[in-house]
């Protein structure tokens, strides 16, 4: 009868152990926040001097603008 306690004891203690484990791991595998989208180089619109990722801007020459209302305006 003792020889059968021990196992069941033995046999409690191995299956919390490796839940414990489980959990452990779990945690430190947990998700991490991803990393921001680069959005490229950032270029200031000539007009307003907002700034636009360059490849949302429009360009004209060597300027850059951020709507086309504002290209409109610097081409009067």
Sequence with gaps: MNLLRFLFIALVVWLLITLVRGYLRRLSSAPKKPAP???G?????AQCGLH??????????????CS?????????
Aim: a positive charge.
């Design 41 to 45: 180089n950032m270029v200031r619109c």
């Design 37 to 39: 989208p680069r959005i």
């Design 52 to 65: 636009v990722p360059e490849l949302e801007a429009l360009k004209r020459g060597e300027k850059y603008y």
């Design 68 to 76: 086309p209302q504002h290209l409109k305006i610097d081409t009067r």
